[in-house]
């Protein structure tokens, strides 16, 4: 029996992936990171127009590795007239159509061809992340540099696949509705996905057709100008990219005044985010996409498979160092459960400790710097203050290291007034709060200025989906957390923000609707 193309074509997909894991397990265990990180050069200048300039000042800022706590680099402080040139090089190129006007066909080569360069070069994005941000060598392969060239595949083939729209007008006219790009983008991405969000921004921003100027954080800038030095290579035309460094109150201000720009697309604190609402109302009235903070509830109840529910509630705040928007950071826990579900919580903790980054057994790294570092514990000392208990962890460790790291930590006996249950800690601490119906629940889980992301452990999927319907969030998992792809929309409700990354509707954040109406005459025959 001879097999269906569709068969075929499935198993060939199959052994596709398998081998694309294989390579990227090889790359993990093959390298020797240790001397990788000492020998790379890094590069530290703007990406202006094509070409890696200086800041106009010369001047420059330092960047710690924060595993280390030692010297890593000399950045370049752009401020606004570095901004300036890089808008102007951007709307050059737009208005130029040197890209905007490629046949979809084209762009999505050149698309296409960056992916493939991101993915022959993955071993030194994935470094370059590890060394700014700390987090393990493990996850910056196989998860941040790996998800980077994904997206950009994902919407490079989307390119010749959009279509417009005709108006349902009658015979009398033909109404044309028609998606165009919007023009310079200014793209401000945080410091604890680098890769991951910069992808986010740039694949459906490219993609459109639009000129981009992306400020990375400063604490996070060397994966984002080994982007830009790739997307030079794989034919993107100088001006289309350009990447400026330096501080968020100078640089990202800058980008967020600038009077010709058209969109401002930022992913970050909500403090921020509305700074830059602010930026827009005092320019341009430009566009603005927000995706904020989060203070996500992980609601378990008694008839849950508890351990599962366990693995996932860990890995939910403790990846990635709990420096992640939608981190399940609230527990939310049926009363009785709290012992048995604290010793299932217990070995993931362990097994989540502290290690040295660029180790490929490690499994959570370090926190992106010392103040940072200090907040989070001051988070877990206002905890006790406030009346809560610490169930695990709670300490900074490995400081002979000279880096910042911190345990997993739980923090019980937290009612939801508290303010370790209602601010953005951003690092590894849960908060355990109980509850005695699945009404009261909601009500907590809902009780928050945020709304980026929620989850609810049921067996009972009657009872699972009509709580997941009203909890307020952008998404929420049922028996899962976090599990994702870039053709489901990603953003928030409430504070947490507004517009989405990922999926087609991205598009809507990059693209404005033209009305052509052409009206016909002599339209009856």
């Known amino acids: 029996m001879v097999a269906s193309p569709n068969i075929r074509r499935r198993e060939k997909n199959k052994k596709q992936k398998s081998k694309i894991q294989e390579i990227i397990l090889n790359i993990i265990t093959d390298t020797n990171w240790q001397q990788y990180a000492k020998d790379i050069k890094l590069e530290t200048r703007a990406f202006i127009d094509g070409h890696f300039v200086d800041a106009i000042s010369g001047g420059t800022f330092e960047r ?41 066909t084209e762009r999505k080569r050149i698309m296409l061809n960056w992916a493939n360069l991101m993915r022959e070069n993955l071993a030194e994005l994935a470094l370059l992340e590890t060394l700014d941000t700390g987090k393990p060598i493990k996850e910056s392969v196989n998860v941040d540099a790996s998800s980077c060239a994904n997206t950009i595949q994902w919407y490079a083939e989307c390119i010749d696949k ?29 410091w604890n996905y680098p890769l991951i969000i910069t992808a986010w ?41 350009n990447v400026v460094t330096g501080l968020g109150h100078i640089a990202g201000q800058a980008l967020g005044m600038h009077p010709d720009v058209d969109v401002i697309v930022f992913t970050g604190s909500t403090e921020v985010g509305r700074k830059f609402l602010e930026y827009s109302a005092k320019s341009n009235i430009k566009r603005i ?102 169930a695990i962890g709670g300490a900074q460790v490995l400081q002979e290291s000279g880096g910042v790291f911190i345990q997993p930590t739980v923090l019980e006996n937290v009612t939801n007034n508290m303010r370790v249950a209602r601010e953005e800690i951003f690092g590894p601490v849960l908060v355990c709060i109980e509850f005695d119906t699945l009404e009261e629940a909601i009500q907590i889980a809902n009780d928050s200025e945020y709304g980026l ?73």
């Open 64 to 104: 710690i590795n924060p595993a280390t706590g030692k010297h890593l680099a000399q950045i370049a402080a752009c401020d606004a007239a570095d901004v300036d040139v890089a808008v102007r090089a951007a709307r050059a190129a737009f208005e130029s159509g040197v890209w905007r006007d490629l046949k979809p």
């Open 162 to 190: 959009m279509y417009d729209e005709i108006a349902p007008n009658g015979n009398s006219s033909l109404v044309m509705v028609s998606r165009e790009a919007i023009g310079v983008v200014g793209a401000v991405v945080p």
């Open 201 to 241: 921004k740039l694949g459906p921003a490219l993609a459109a057709g639009n000129s981009v100027v992306l400020k990375p954080a400063e604490q996070s800038s060397l994966s984002a100008l080994k982007l830009a030095a790739l997307a030079k290579e794989a034919g993107i035309p100088d001006g289309v990219l």
């Open 289 to 390: 996409g927000l995706e904020l903070g989060g203070k996500s509830p992980h609601i378990v109840t008694r008839n849950a498979d508890l351990e599962k529910a366990a693995m996932y509630v860990a890995y939910a705040i403790w990846y990635n160092q709990g420096e992640s928007c939608n981190a399940g950071s609230r527990l939310l826990l049926e009363r009785g459960l709290r012992d048995e579900f604290m010793a299932l919580l217990k070995p993931w903790a362990e097994r989540l400790k502290p290690g040295d980054p660029l180790d490929p057994s490690t499994e959570m790294g370090a926190l992106i710097s010392p103040e940072h570092c200090s907040r989070v514990l001051e988070y877990i000392a206002l905890g006790q203050q406030e009346g809560a208990s610490v």
């Open 453 to 525: 992301a929620a989850a609810i452990w049921s067996n009972d999927i009657n009872q699972a989906h009509l709580a997941a319907k009203r909890l307020r969030a952008g998404t929420v998992w049922i028996n899962a957390f976090d599990h994702t792809s870039v053709n489901a929309p990603f953003g928030g409700y409430k504070q947490s923000g507004f517009g989405r990354d990922k999926s087609l509707h991205a598009f809507e954040e990059y693209t404005q609707l033209k009305t052509t109406w052409l009206e016909l005459h002599g339209s009856t025959v």
